[in-house]
């Protein structure tokens, strides 16, 4: 399940996520011989897919971007399912302040906001110290109070 929610919070995207989630297994089935110990199997595996969710992230967004081009604050098919009860304007205005991350800053906060990764288990997923996860955290939420001074009241 963890591998599917490593997916999901890479995607959005519940068809994505499941194509990404058996991408990863069938990739970690091939490379176990080169399964190392150096990390938990868990934190390999779940490496792997998100690896896998990343890649298919931007071959998405390359497909998307070329064939539709995005009105602003418009967003493809699932990027704002983690904000589908706020206000229409509210999700807007997370999409937005996502879109303005840079990517480093935006996966780690997505995964650290899915609640089912340690830091340590982010850092080795997207290969950063976990000092550095920690600070692309923080910053990261400043989000949140960018969307509070917005007048969206308390989000987090």
């Known amino acids: 399940m963890g591998v599917y929610r490593a997916a999901r919070a890479a995607l959005g995207s519940h068809a994505e996520a499941e194509d990404a989630a058996q991408d990863a297994f069938v990739l970690a089935w091939r490379r176990l011989d080169s399964f190392r110990a ?3 199997f868990r934190t390999w595996l779940l490496t792997i897919a998100w690896h896998q969710a990343i890649n298919r992230r931007r071959s998405l967004l390359r497909w998307w971007t070329r064939t539709m081009p995005l009105e602003e604050g418009e967003a493809p098919a699932g ?3 983690p904000c589908a009860t706020a206000s229409r304007e509210l999700r807007r205005d997370i999409v937005i302040a996502i879109r303005a991350l840079s990517p ?3 996966d780690a906060l997505l995964l ?3 609640g089912d990764y340690t830091y340590a288990e ?3 997923m997207v290969h950063a110290p976990l000092g550095t996860i920690k600070w692309r955290i923080a910053e990261a939420r400043r989000l949140v109070q960018r969307l509070q001074e917005l007048g969206h009241g308390q989000l987090g």
């Open 112 to 114: 650290a906001q899915s």
């Open 122 to 124: 982010i850092g080795t």
């Open 79 to 81: 990027a704002a399912a």
């Open 104 to 106: 480093k800053l935006r």
């Open 38 to 40: 150096d990390a938990s």
